[in-house]
């Protein structure tokens, strides 16, 4: 039934499918420390522009 077929294509496919879950991986892991970078950004702006708020209120 496989007769034609390398042995070496079974090991050469799964490094390949190796490779590219590890870049699929790395790169999900950059997509989400920019997110969670850019999130926490967001929320300091927000605690500082409530901070200057009620500093402004109290004033």
Do not use: N, W
């Not at 991986?25 to 969670?36: A, E, L, P, Q, W």
């Amino acid at each position: 039934m496989f007769e034609g077929i390398p042995k070496e294509l079974p090991q050469i496919f799964h490094l390949t499918q190796d490779f590219f879950m590890t870049y699929i991986c790395s790169m999900r892991t950059i997509s989400f420390k920019i997110v969670v970078l850019y999130r926490e950004k967001i929320e300091m702006k927000i605690f500082h522009f409530f901070v200057l708020f009620h500093q402004a209120r109290r004033a």
